[in-house]
């Protein structure tokens, strides 16, 4: 397979952060280590924060990996700071995602933030700082541009009056990231976004009281009122109305990061299953020789492994051409949760009552995992918000799908722009060619062995019947109905598949570890016909290969790097 | 019994269950889901239960009780379902599985120790489940073995609901060792005191009591013996084809619920300028979930309807039932969570009692064989499944399909362990699809579909060996499973549709009368709604969603069930009480 390789020393990522992580904090199953699953497990039933456990990953250093290296922190690529991310997620979700939320208050003000505002908040988030993000409304939702939250421009001091709901850290954080309506203006250049420190507040600030929520019960989900409360209009980030701008462009980027919210929750899930099958006995045989249970299994495997390449894909663009995240992102914050909670369910099938118990021993922490892993498709853009922001481009999208395919190689050769984060340049309505379907260039064809070949070219044949459908006009109207959006889901199954032959085709070496090619083809079948009742008929069989990933310690993932995990 | 007379039954139930949005009422949802976020059984639900003596549609007639017909039994305790999945599992349904099988087996004094108990409120657990074997319950390790006063026990049941208050227990025993065979007992409290173990915690039907028991120790005279020594395992495997079959039904009260909360709130809430439900997509959501649960109420109830009918494939429509039906409910609660946005994540406020429902879901999911459980069953027996006769039966047809055509009582006796002679349901797939009149090109088209499959599943199954239907058989046979059994909930709805449209009865019956219905119902069973690309659910046109729609408002702003039978949530009156009759 080495033929295939494209430049792969330049698009290797370096996981070694990740690995430092991964050791220090060790074998979580072991109630020593720094951060045990049992611990977490005991937070989450009593839904007290687990601030130990946030202690610990600042004193480590983790939330350097949320300022960019040019603030002194070691923010370079999406790539390590996810995978460090995933490190945690595959530990504990409610920790991951209640430590990340300060990734996301801090993204517009990387973006948009005066010189001075950034080194003060490189500072405060090095510190070991919580920032949170505050932009939904008890009554509007995803709905920013009717938010009801009021900033007055008065004198030297943005009064700030309104309710923000259901944030997260809303309590804990220092620092606030909120999204705000100037009354004077109307329309989208209405909203402006300030940051500011909690303890910069003149005025009337009040905490709301916690949500209890059916999964991340131990997390800070709450929110606060502020009534006509002064902050120095310094606060303001970027130009005064350009909130939703900045918003827009923030979410594109967070949006990408929450896939390793997903792919640390798969890899547990489908972790604990794994280990399950291998010592159940059940039918006068142990599960794991079981066809049907191995199946399903396997199944979920090639979820957690199709959301993988997906995600490797959205990094890498975000880091590489951040004008691509107006699909890359929400194909990525669309599919990463919903293959995963896909793994999840069928874990659960095979984990029976055991899923369902809150007990102890290895399968213990599944029942936390699924009611957390729920919320990773709804925040910071739901799975609908994203559907429609596809759906919108279609025209454009189907006019790019006309041109000729180019290799992508000079796609990925630029410089690193740092993450995404100086050079946002929001193209939607462009007209080239997305490089997503540069797998269908025909130089391609006669390098893969042909089986694979034979699926990429089913692949091919559906994607060029949904680009053709997406020139129907009527989906058009906006909002879309329930036609449209099944056209979307369609784009993402097929982007997906493909995000998959790149990965393949970058680290040839990921075939191998899972088995040859079949899994691709059988990954690439399953995402065609996802509407079909005859999936089940996918003969496909991971299990060896899981069970050596078990064995040898790796975490379930292409590149497979290596974890701690007694699992 | 009219389908009319069963309406008035259930709405005579929830008149006496009460107003479900009035938070003082015991059985409202703030009151239950106040009971479960403090993991505490809800008293006071089921004292309402026992006052009304719902328990009595799990008795026999001729046990002074009401159950006569099956179909009725999902029908009713849906009502309860719609309440809290959690109340009708802690208060009832488990003495139901217990209690079938004695109505399969028991002597007519089990039969009447059982009956007085459950009417006078009382609860018989279903001792089973042992955590190391699941659902492979003839693996069960629990013994018993003769002794001087009968039977001694060794061994622990684990996860038995109501192992803590039942006063009958059915245990599950190993009789003989080579080969090994089980034997059922029924153990009286009153009789032989032991104590439950701790309760378990579990992420859903916390106000369900789960706990380990231990009989060691325990003997019970040979009057407890449920059946034959030795036969147990084929008791269970007949009494649970009618627990399996109806405990879909009465799920669908749970999804009914879900449906409400979100449809409630997709009416209410306004976002981009509009309300959530005038968004297209919102809206074809909306319908497709209504759709599919009036299809899993019209499948369940016809499985139910066949055990009378045709008990010698129970064991196939049941299993059938079992493994597509939770799913597919299961599907449309991920599909409302998404509508309901940040809400369903919620354990306060008017939507709570959504994330309820999403947790105790999966109890009816994996609880009382699981799907695999029941594709074993299915797809070792496949080719008796798509045995049919050339020419249908019209009489026994429209037995199954004319629920106003009385069943009489069921006799538990006829039910068998497999499958033999022809299946009906299959083979009225072709009749219902022939005898459907004025039939457009879309209805057309998804016939054809419907068709092809049925085609292509006969011939599949006819190519395939017995090994590769084994349980470690082809991953073909799985697939073969799969249509089948969308091919009886298929089958189903177009008869089903059929009977309406020829008897044109009423409400309820006018909507699955309509094409429209029928082709999102039949768009839902050809595969899942949201990746579905054929042309022809693409133009599905929105005049179908539309009709559909029309009528989903009707039933929220009338507090209607969302089932077949259009019941009413919140009825006026309060005269039928006392003519509960199923």
Known sequence: ?567 | MSIMDVRLAVEALDAQLGDPYSSANACSWEQLCRNDEAGERPHEAEAVLKEIGVAKAFVPHEFNGLLLQLDRLGHLLRAVFRRDPALGLGFGVTSLMAAATIWTAGTAEQKERAAELLISGGQIAVAFHELAHGNDFGANEVTAWPSESGFAFAGNKSLINNADRAELIVVHARTSKNPVNHSLFLLDRTKTAFPAGDYWRTVGVRGCRLSNISLEGVTLPDSALIGALDGGNSVALRAFQVTRACLPSMAVGAVDTALRTTAEFAVGRRLYGLSVAEMPYVRQSLVGVFADLVAADIFSSTAARLLHIEPNQGSLYSAAVKFLVPEVLREDINILADILGARFYLRNGKHAIFQKIMRDFPALVIGHAAQDVCEATLRAQLPVAVRMDDKPNEALQRAIFDWNIPLGKFDWATLQMGASGKSALFAALHSGIENRTSVDKELGAIFDELLDLSIWLRSTVVQMSPRERGLNGSALASAATKVYARLLAASACINRSNVCRSAGQDSGSNLIASDAWLKIALCGILGYRRFLHTDLVEQLNAVCYEEVYEELLSRLSLNSTFDSLASNMLPIYNVFSNKIKI
């Open chain 1, 1 to 567: 397979m080495t033929e295939l390789k494209v430049n792969s020393s330049e698009l290797q990522i370096n996981s070694s952060p990740a690995d430092a992580l991964e050791k220090y904090l060790g074998d979580p199953r072991n109630p020593k280590s720094p951060i045990s699953v049992e611990s977490l497990i005991s937070s989450d039933l009593e839904e007290k924060f687990p601030d130990g456990s946030v202690g610990i990953l600042n004193n480590w250093g983790v939330s350097k990996w949320f300022v960019p290296k040019n603030l002194g922190g070691e923010l370079v690529s999406m790539a390590d700071s996810s995978h460090l991310m995933r490190a945690i997620s595959r530990r504990d979700l409610t920790l991951a995602i209640a430590y990340g939320k300060t990734y996301l208050g801090s993204v517009p003000v990387w973006l948009a933030g005066t010189p001075s505002m950034q080194i003060s908040l490189a500072d405060f988030v090095i510190g070991g700082g919580a920032v949170c993000l505050a932009l939904t409304e008890r009554q509007h939702g995803a709905d920013l541009l009717n938010i009801d939250t009021g900033a007055e421009l008065i004198g030297e001091h943005y009064s700030i009056s309104g309710e923000k709901w259901l944030i997260n850290n809303a309590s804990r954080a220092g620092r606030i990231t909120i999204l705000a309506k100037e009354r004077a203006r109307s329309g989208p250049r209405s909203l402006s976004l300030l940051h500011f420190s909690k303890d910069d507040i003149v005025g009337n600030y009040k905490n709301l009281s916690k949500e209890h929520t059916l999964g991340i019960r131990a997390a800070d989900i709450s929110g606060f009122a502020l009534t006509n409360a002064l902050v120095g209009k310094d606060a303001l980030l970027g130009e005064a109305g350009s909130g939703f701008e900045i918003i827009i462009k923030s979410l594109q980027l967070t949006r990408v990061s929450c896939c390793a919210l997903s792919l640390g929750a798969g890899d547990h899930a489908v972790r604990i299953a794994s280990a399950y099958i291998r010592s159940r006995y059940i039918y006068h045989r142990l599960a794991i020789d079981i066809a049907m249970v191995r199946r399903r299994l396997s199944r979920a495997a090639l979820m957690v492994l199709i959301a993988d390449a997906l995600s490797t894909w959205a990094f890498k663009i975000a880091d590489h051409n951040p004008e691509l995240l107006v699909t890359a992102s929400p194909v990525a914050k669309i599919m990463v949760p919903f293959l995963v909670q896909r793994a999840i369910d069928e874990c659960e099938y095979v984990l029976g009552s055991r899923s369902y118990i809150m007990g102890s021993g290895i399968t213990a922490p599944f029942q936390k995992i699924s009611r957390d892993h729920r919320l990773v498709a709804l925040f910071d853009g739901s799975t609908t918000v994203n559907l429609q922001s596809l759906i919108v481009q279609f025209r454009s999208l189907a006019a790019g799908f006309d041109k000729p395919h180019e290799p992508p190689e000079a796609l990925f050769k630029g410089p690193n722009i740092n993450c995404g984060l100086d050079a946002l340049r929001l193209m939607p309505g462009t007209k080239t060619q997305d490089p997503v379907w540069s797998i269908y260039r025909s130089s391609l064809f006669t390098q893969l062995p042909q089986d694979l070949c034979k699926a990429l070219e089913r692949l091919h044949l559906f994607t060029k019947a949904l680009h053709a459908d997406m020139k129907n006009p009527v989906h058009g109207s906006i909002p879309s109905g329930a036609g449209s959006f099944s056209v979307a889901w369609r784009y993402c199954l097929a982007y997906s598949a493909a995000s998959l032959v790149h990965a393949i085709l970058e680290a040839p070496e990921s075939l191998d570890a899972w088995g040859g090619s079949r899994w691709v083809i059988a990954a690439i079948d399953l995402l065609c016909n996802f509407h079909q009742n005859y999936i089940d008929s996918l003969e496909i069989d991971l299990i060896p290969e899981l069970m050596n990933c078990l064995e040898d310690k790796k975490l379930l993932s292409l590149d497979r790097p290596a974890v701690a995990d007694s699992l």
